[in-house]
């Protein structure tokens, strides 16, 4: 069965520091592989998307960025956070050949200070 | 282009008494619907899809949902809400064929709290 890990699951950064969270699906091949951010109160945001190594899409300019070195590997970056930056962050992932369910992360949750 | 409306923000009902939370949908298409349960600082868990199959959808925890294509709806039911149902819920659109960049449409959430 397939499996998603997301760390960490909190994290506390000063305004100015950089960002690494990281996102791993075990147990399929080419996923399609979600970022999405939840701030509080408020629905879901979709980040970043990525179809293979290498691609991404970006849906909302910002700070961050967000890269795929590994065909189950993706990571969301930043080089210098802002307040703005805090909130729960969920990586996703889905099949193509198998319908268009998505499948979440237990989520990251980042508080800028 | 497709859209969702979660049309309660909150809801309260007492333990043992039905659920019911409201979702409708806008699409150009035939589209596919979900609902996910989201319990407090965890990710999404998906709760039951729609995929031009039955209408009536059964999904877990005692859970159901039934599409209906003429009232643009896909609301959630159970018959009788449980302490642990207490959670966010979310109705989710999406195009139903997957080439990789479709775009999944998220409801704003519904908060299920269960009176004792």
């Known amino acids: 069965s397939q499996t998603i890990h997301q760390w960490p699951a909190t994290l506390v950064q000063p305004v100015g520091s950089p960002l690494s969270l990281e996102c791993t699906v075990e147990?399929?091949?080419?996923?399609?592989l979600y970022w999405y951010r939840q701030a509080a109160g408020r629905g879901l945001q979709l980040l970043f998307y990525?179809?293979?190594?290498?691609?991404i899409s970006s849906e909302v300019p910002q700070n961050l960025s967000a890269s795929r070195p590994q065909d189950r590997q993706f990571i969301l970056s930043s080089k210098k956070l802002l307040l703005s930056d805090s909130g729960f962050y969920l990586c996703a992932w889905r099949i193509t050949n198998s319908g268009n369910t998505i499948y979440f992360g237990e989520g990251s949750w980042l508080t800028v200070v | 282009a497709q859209s969702v409306t979660q049309l309660d923000s909150h809801v309260s009902v007492s333990e043992g008494t039905p659920v019911l939370l409201r979702c409708n949908y806008s699409s150009s298409y035939s589209p596919s619907l979900f609902w996910y349960v989201q319990h407090p600082n965890k990710g999404l868990q998906l709760l039951l899809k729609?995929?031009?199959?039955?209408?009536l959808v059964k999904g877990i925890n005692g859970f159901e949902a039934e599409f209906k294509k003429s009232e643009t709806s896909f609301h959630l039911t159970k018959p009788s809400a449980h302490m642990s149902d207490a959670a966010e819920y979310f109705c989710?659109?999406?195009?139903?064929?997957?080439?990789?960049?479709?775009?999944?449409?998220f409801g704003t959430g519904t908060r299920l709290t269960i009176i004792p």
């Open positions: 990525s179809v293979g190594i290498g691609q």
């Open positions: 989710v659109v999406s195009p139903p064929r997957v080439g990789g960049n479709e775009k999944l449409t």
């Open positions: 729609y995929t031009s199959a039955a209408t």
């Open positions: 147990g399929t091949s080419n996923p399609n």
